[in-house]
């Protein structure tokens, strides 16, 4: 669809009509009220600024339409630079919400000035129905082969699935790495310089990466007992200090390229860090690297995304296979799993909030009242999206949090800290080294902690995500190639507890932190409005 442009110039009156045109627009999309509302203050806030700038009877041009996939609304206006959104965000949080679709994003071309916001509509929430879908159409064409002649069979599955399914694993390797280190490395640069890192987001990102750590080894110990492991290499030993050594130097790259080829997550994660740390360092000696890494990351993630948008072709053909080719009843071994996975995260949640609510002094019971609406509505549509908005609201009117703090934390906090998709990971490793008898060590459950922790961090806000970070996981750690597709199998479910487990964890982090630095409003966390 193409966007179609109405010009007006500014006013009082053009703003609310412009405003009214845009909600009519979003209504037409089934935007939820929540969103909508999101869109209308938004561009109430930049018109008004613009009008601020301009003064009255300036010409701005309003846009809607579909461009690149996205329902988008366009503001454009034209002279010299001028930037209507870095009046009021910081530069680091203003991009992680812009890549997340929640926050307008502005350009400068040919003497135009343009700002776009992403508009969310229901249907793209479709991605699970579409997957579920293939799943029972995979399913019902594996069950029909086995009354298909075998020779008809064999070239389905020798000449159409198995090529099929290798060219997107083949495409799954090929840009993961890559899109991880961009993500990263642009993440980093977006703090402007190192003091503003230091002064900003040190304290924040510390906290939450060590939440992750915790939240990963965690999820290792509490598997333990319901696994049986072979632990071939747990005899005490120069092998088994050999072992744990060459994972800890092993870290280290020996060469840029070597990474990217084999899949080594945590190397890749290593040279994101210290391109980007340099990078950040270099200031604007190194504008020109800055802007590639930034708009890389954008072009790669937006790659990547349409990558996973093929995610439901996959699994109708590998369910068919895997069923065409056995009896299929692989799959009634992913109960454990998932299992797990909703037993480890709903004790870490426990144990968060019980821990936030002693931290904070206040009765678990009303904290986690507090913090419900939004958990409910993320595990529900498991789309941490459509939580935003209601979380932010929380966050300021319920929990009692300083607005500046919640605007700087919880788009970091959606990005990097995700301890639900660390106890998920877990849970699927342990089991599926259990199920192909992979052999374990020490050594390899401390590499999949770190790993897991690292990969958890560094999962880019898109949907599909997870099952890049799985093909990750797996070569990382030495997990047979066919155990992916049970991996993807089982993220249709985990996918909902996953979501709504993370939400509810940023939101008990961003409490604890908020306290621990004097953002938290006391009288606003004990007013049982929620209750």
């Known amino acids: 669809m193409s966007i179609?442009?109405?010009?007006?110039?500014?006013?009082?009156?053009?703003?609310?009509?412009?405003?009214?045109?845009?909600?009519?627009y979003c209504s037409q999309l089934n935007t939820e009220q929540r969103q909508i509302l999101r869109v209308r203050l938004t561009l109430d806030e930049l018109l008004l600024t613009l009008m601020e700038r301009y003064g009255n009877g300036a010409s701005v041009s309003i846009g809607a339409g579909k461009y690149r996939g996205r329902q988008i609304v366009r503001l454009q206006y034209e002279g010299d630079p001028f930037d209507p959104t870095e009046q009021t965000d910081d530069e680091w949080s203003g991009q992680i919400m812009a890549s997340l679709g929640l926050s307008p994003v502005w350009t400068y071309r040919r003497k135009i000035n343009t700002v776009t916001i992403t508009v969310s509509d229901r249907r793209r929430k479709g991605?699970?129905?579409?997957?579920?879908?293939?799943?029972?159409l995979g399913i019902v064409l594996g069950l029909s082969g086995h009354w298909l002649p075998e020779s008809v069979w064999s070239f389905i599955d020798t000449n159409i699935l198995s090529p099929a399914m290798g060219a997107y694993m083949g495409l799954l390797k090929t840009f993961a790495g890559i899109m991880i280190a961009f993500t990263i490395c642009s993440g980093i640069i977006g703090f402007g310089d190192s003091a503003a890192l230091v002064k900003t987001g040190k304290g924040i990102i510390a906290r939450f990466s060590l939440l992750m750590i915790f939240a990963s080894a965690f999820g290792m110990l509490f598997m333990q007992p319901f696994v049986q492991l072979n632990w071939n290499g747990s005899d005490e030993g120069s092998s088994q200090i050999s072992a744990l050594s060459e994972m800890i130097f092993g870290i280290l790259p020996q060469n840029l390229v070597d990474p990217f080829l084999s899949g080594n997550a945590i190397q890749i994660i290593v040279i994101a860090l210290c391109i980007g740390a340099v990078l950040l360092t270099?200031?604007?000696?190194?504008?020109?690297?800055?802007?590639?890494?930034?708009?890389?990351?954008?072009?790669?993630?937006?790659?990547?995304?349409?990558?996973?948008g093929m995610i439901p072709i996959y699994v109708f053909m590998a369910l068919a296979q895997l069923i065409g080719s056995k009896d299929g009843t692989v799959l009634l071994s992913l109960w454990k799993p998932l299992c797990l996975a909703f037993a480890g995260q709903t004790v870490l949640?426990?144990?968060?909030?019980?821990?936030?609510?002693?931290?904070?002094?206040?009765?678990?019971?009303?904290?986690?009242?507090?913090?419900?609406?939004?958990?409910?509505?993320?595990?529900?549509?498991?789309?941490?999206?459509?939580?935003?908005?209601?979380?932010?609201?929380?966050?300021?009117?319920?929990?009692?949090?300083?607005?500046?703090?919640?605007?700087?934390?919880?788009?970091?906090?959606s990005v990097m800290?995700?301890?639900?998709?660390?106890?998920?990971?877990?849970?699927?490793?342990?089991?599926?080294?259990?199920?192909?008898?992979?052999?374990?060590?020490?050594?390899?459950?401390?590499?999949?902690?770190?790993?897991?922790?690292?990969?958890?961090?560094?999962t880019p806000p898109m949907p599909g995500a997870c099952v890049l970070m799985y093909s990750i996981l797996f070569t990382q750690i030495g997990i047979p190639s066919e155990a992916f597709l049970l991996a993807v199998a089982a993220n249709l479910v985990t996918d909902f507890y996953d979501t709504g487990y993370n939400v509810l964890g940023i939101l008990l982090g961003m409490t604890g932190e908020g306290h621990r630095l004097g953002y938290l409003n006391r009288t606003v966390l004990l007013n049982n409005r929620k209750a």
């Open 4 to 24: 179609s442009y109405k010009g007006y110039e500014l006013n009082s009156e053009t703003i609310e009509e412009i405003l009214q045109e845009t909600e009519k």
């Open 127 to 136: 991605t699970l129905f579409y997957i579920a879908a293939a799943a029972i």
């Open 282 to 308: 270099a200031g604007e000696r190194a504008r020109t690297v800055r802007t590639f890494v930034t708009e890389g990351a954008e072009v790669l993630q937006r790659l990547a995304s349409s990558i996973c």
């Open 349 to 413: 949640m426990l144990i968060f909030l019980l821990w936030t609510s002693a931290r904070i002094k206040c009765s678990p019971i009303l904290l986690f009242k507090k913090v419900l609406p939004p958990f409910l509505v993320a595990f529900t549509t498991a789309s941490s999206m459509s939580a935003f908005t209601l979380s932010m609201e929380t966050c300021e009117k319920d929990i009692g949090l300083d607005s500046a703090f919640v605007k700087f934390c919880y788009p970091v906090g």
């Open 417 to 458: 800290f995700m301890p639900a998709t660390a106890v998920c990971m877990s849970s699927v490793l342990c089991c599926f080294a259990e199920s192909y008898n992979v052999g374990v060590s020490p050594a390899w459950v401390i590499a999949a902690v770190i790993t897991i922790a690292l990969l958890a961090i560094a």
